[in-house]
């Protein structure tokens, strides 16, 4: 018929059976027409919706969208959440929803979803091609496939890129202090530390001392120690950018 000459697509799992097909953008569900969409959808050939918690998850852009069957005679659609650009990929594995957009041209983020819509993580990584699958290991580690091979995604590695913001150029040392706060040193751009949640600039610090030697260590109180090659040269004993000495 009319439906099956276009584009579309059959999600199912032991409970129930969805078909979303591309005209209007529609649904049949158990045997039955859904009304179409109020939103135009990104087409089914680059994003698929899935069905997660009895709930047909799609993408508009930006925004991730659900259509929920707990009534069959009424099914409805709501915003589940929104992300800052594109989204690129959507999937699921056991009671996890995953989603994957752009930060930027070189950098993706992965953010993961634990039962509900309500709190999410995120993992950013280097990627700069089209996803087609994904999947998780016993060990938590996420697999994508793309267009250019197997990406593996390891959520307890924290990557940082040249472009995140205070990122110095130039990095030349680092070193974690006593209190897990990682330090970074640069040639000639002082330094930055990030504290767990985001990267910062030593302002004070850094107008007077900018270019930073490779060499750095910890003191006895587990201080991180720099190497000062500009303004008064010598060994920079950092607490915070408010307390700091040159020893």
Same mark, same amino acid.
């Given at each position: 018929?009319?439906?099956?000459?276009?584009?579309?697509?059959?999600?199912?799992?032991?409970?129930?059976?969805?078909?979303?097909?591309?005209?209007?953008?529609?649904?049949?569900?158990?045997?039955?027409?859904?009304?179409?969409?109020?939103?135009?959808? @990104?087409? &089914?050939?680059? %994003?698929?919706? #899935?069905?997660?918690?009895?709930? *047909? !998850? $799609?993408?508009?852009?930006?925004?991730?969208?659900?259509?929920?069957?707990?009534?069959?005679?009424?099914?409805?659609?709501?915003?589940?959440?929104?992300?800052? @650009?594109? &989204?690129?990929? %959507?999937?699921? #594995?056991?009671?996890?929803?995953? *989603? !994957? $957009?752009?930060?930027?041209?070189?950098?993706?983020?992965?953010?993961?979803?634990?039962?509900?819509?309500?709190?999410?993580?995120?993992?950013?990584?280097?990627? @700069?091609?089209?996803?087609?699958?994904?999947?998780?290991?016993?060990?938590?580690?996420?697999?994508?496939?793309?267009?250019?091979?197997?990406?593996?995604?390891?959520?307890?590695?924290?990557?940082?890129?040249?472009?995140?913001?205070?990122?110095?150029?130039?990095?030349?040392?680092?070193?974690?202090?006593?209190?897990?706060?990682?330090?970074?040193?640069?040639?000639?751009?002082?330094?930055?530390?990030?504290?767990?949640?985001?990267?910062?600039?030593?302002?004070?610090?850094?107008?007077?001392?900018?270019?930073?030697?490779?060499?750095?260590?910890?003191?006895?109180?587990?201080?991180?120690?720099?190497?000062?090659?500009?303004?008064?040269?010598?060994?920079?004993?950092?607490?915070?950018?408010?307390?700091?000495?040159?020893?």
């Amino acid at each position: 018929d009319s439906i099956i000459s276009n584009h579309f697509t059959l999600i199912s799992d032991s409970k129930k059976e969805v078909i979303w097909f591309q005209k209007n953008n529609g649904f049949i569900y158990k045997n039955k027409m859904i009304a179409p969409l109020k939103v135009k959808v @990104s087409p &089914i050939t680059s %994003i698929n919706p #899935v069905l997660y918690k009895n709930q *047909l !998850i $799609y993408v508009n852009d930006t925004k991730l969208l659900c259509k929920s069957f707990d009534d069959e005679s009424n099914s409805y659609e709501s915003l589940c959440d929104i992300t800052p @650009s594109t &989204i690129d990929f %959507i999937g699921t #594995v056991e009671n996890e929803f995953v *989603l !994957i $957009y752009k930060k930027n041209k070189r950098t993706s983020v992965l953010r993961s979803y634990q039962n509900n819509f309500n709190s999410f993580k995120e993992i950013p990584f280097k990627f @700069s091609s089209k996803i087609l699958s994904f999947t998780k290991d016993s060990a938590g580690n996420y697999w994508v496939g793309t267009h250019n091979g197997l990406l593996k995604i390891i959520p307890s590695l924290l990557v940082f890129s040249q472009d995140e913001d205070n990122m110095p150029p130039n990095v030349t040392t680092t070193q974690e202090d006593a209190k897990g706060h990682v330090w970074f040193g640069s040639g000639d751009n002082g330094i930055s530390v990030y504290d767990g949640r985001k990267i910062n600039l030593t302002n004070r610090i850094n107008k007077i001392h900018k270019d930073i030697l490779d060499c750095s260590t910890l003191d006895k109180a587990g201080q991180v120690l720099f190497n000062s090659a500009s303004g008064k040269k010598g060994l920079l004993s950092i607490k915070s950018d408010e307390e700091y000495e040159l020893l």
